[in-house]
């Protein structure tokens, strides 16, 4: 069986796989995250997602290779990770009360195969009237630090979420379901 390769340094996408009794190879990608805000949102996220899986599967070419990169959209504005905790206020602070878009782009490749595959998946979001009170106390968790938009929804952060429409794996960072229609489709490879 194929190993996977995961073109990232998350852990909550490497405990995702875990769970299904998958043990990826963890690779952190040296590509630098640019994001051009004159760029469609979707595009932006599979592209890093590509150059992320591109970059790793350079060395791992018997081996399939996803790489990932999650979003956050809000009035076409982009958010990624906050620089600092003043960053993360000000996402916070716009995403309060209304809904956005978490996109995660991507990249699954086989390079001996040359098979390269690139989609992604876009979740809704709608978040809760949040007093600056409870901003600042978020902030503090030290939490919003390392995620999109400057939130976890599967940590101390689903305190802020109202509601989510579509897929919630993708709010985390891996779209689970659309990763095994893309692997069982294009790769033979079963998640489950």
Sequence with gaps: MDRIVLASGSPRRKEMLEKYNIEPIIIKSNVEEIINQDEAAEQIAMSLALTKALDVSARFNDDIVIGADTIVVIDEVI?????NEEDAFKMLS??????????T????IKGNANKKIIDYELTK?????LSNDL???YIKTK???DKAGAYGIQGIGAILVENIDGCYSNV???PLTKIDILLNKYFDYKIL
Excluded: D, T
């Design 135 to 137: 901003i600042n106390r």
């Design 172 to 174: 985390v960072g891996l």
């Design 143 to 145: 939490e919003p630090h």
């Design 94 to 103: 716009m995403l309060s009360g209304r809904m956005h878009e978490v996109i």
């Design 125 to 129: 979001v709608k978040f809760r009237e």
């Design 79 to 83: 958010l990624g990770k906050p620089n």
């Design 105 to 108: 782009g991507i990249a699954i």
